[in-house]
């Protein structure tokens, strides 16, 4: 195993680990094209939200089935439907987080 450098919020920690905590994120368009390069990915959220979040993502985790895939949907007038633990506001994009153990390792 190799020793690498986690940042964690701002901090630099060792950690040992075999590197198959990864995560790929991707965008989107409207039409279906894949548009992430030159692209990022901003997420804003209240303490209450990062909460919400992180206690489904690790439900989600604990329960894992390869390809299960969860939305979230912003809000609309009419509808204020809270998914993965948050309401997502009417301006934010959807967002879908999905299970996938075919990512490998990191530095594949």
């Known amino acids: 195993m190799d020793i690498h450098v986690v940042k964690l919020n701002n901090r630099s920690i060792n950690v040992d680990y075999d590197g198959r905590n990864v995560l790929r994120a ?7 094209d894949e548009i992430t390069d030159g692209s990022f ?4 959220a209240s303490k209450e939200g990062l909460i919400g979040l992180g206690s489904e993502i690790i439900r989600m985790a604990y329960e894992f089935k390869n390809g299960y895939h969860e939305h979230i ?11 993965m633990g948050v309401f997502a506001t009417s301006d934010s994009s959807e967002i879908i987080i999905s299970c996938n153990n075919g990512l490998g390792k990191v530095g594949d």
């Open 73 to 83: 949907s912003p809000i609309r007038e009419s509808l204020y439907l809270e998914n």
């Open 26 to 32: 991707r965008i989107y368009n409207k039409e279906g």
């Open 41 to 44: 990915v901003l997420i804003e």
